[in-house]
């Protein structure tokens, strides 16, 4: 992805954000020039890649395939029974673009639509997997706001605003918004976007960046 790519996305989705009433933290405004002047009070941020995350999954089309994440809190994932043992993202989900499938081995989480009425509901794509990855045939149950249902492999559940999915370790999962951007939540157990990421197709994680002009926020892996 060229940099002047991932610096206007950054600042639409801090836009599309406020313009929904949703209040990033003060760190998610820092330039370049401010995270010189951060020492050791910012360890937190550092450590658990708190901020900014944009990836086109290296499709080289972001609006088909891509995704623009920011995260708010994020505990200690290889720490048994540290003070923090969840995580919470926020994340712009442009209209029919696309997350591929993909499961977590560790992560259980909430996915929200947290958008308000009448804005972008979001489609969420389910497989369950066989312990080397590979799909299978059998259906899935989720939990969706404490409602069990029954989906049929590769079958999807549509989150409305204010609905949300329960997603378990090894399960596949593709998601896409519908009828405009979607505001969509994530709450989970402690995230780690390195290593606990395993997608169907082999594509990476982050993308490469193109420098072609100076960033306007430093992304989350970068600090």
């Keep these: 992805m060229k940099r002047s790519e991932i610096n206007q996305h950054i600042a639409e989705a801090a836009a599309f954000f406020a313009a929904n009433l949703f209040a990033l933290p003060p760190f998610a405004f820092w330039t370049p020039e401010d995270w010189q002047h951060i020492g050791d009070e910012a360890i937190e ?14 499709s080289g089309n972001f609006k088909a395939r891509g995704l623009t994440l920011f995260t708010l ?8 029974g ?10 712009h989900v442009r209209d029919r673009q696309l997350t591929p499938f993909h499961y ?5 989480e909430d996915i929200i639509n947290r ?6 509901r979001l489609i969420v794509q389910l497989r369950s997997s066989t312990e080397d990855g590979r799909f299978t045939d059998a259906p899935v149950t989720v939990i969706c706001d404490g409602i069990a249902r029954r989906v049929e492999p ?7 605003p204010g609905e949300s999915i329960t997603l378990r370790p090894y399960l596949y999962h593709a998601f896409h918004a519908i009828d405009g951007d979607a505001l969509i939540g994530e709450v989970s157990s402690t995230n780690d976007d390195a290593t606990d990421n395993y997608f169907y197709e082999p594509i990476g994680r982050y993308p490469e960046i193109v420098e072609d002009e100076p960033p306007f926020r430093l992304l989350c892996t970068e600090y």
């Design 154 to 160: 590769g079958g999807a559940v549509t989150l409305g």
């Design 115 to 120: 958008g308000h009425i009448g804005a972008g």
């Design 104 to 108: 977590h081995a560790i992560k259980t």
């Design 82 to 91: 540290a003070a923090k043992p969840y995580a919470e993202k926020v994340m």
């Design 73 to 80: 809190r994020n505990g200690h994932s290889s720490q048994p």
């Design 45 to 58: 941020l550092r450590a658990q890649r708190l901020g900014w995350d944009i990836t086109d999954f290296n």
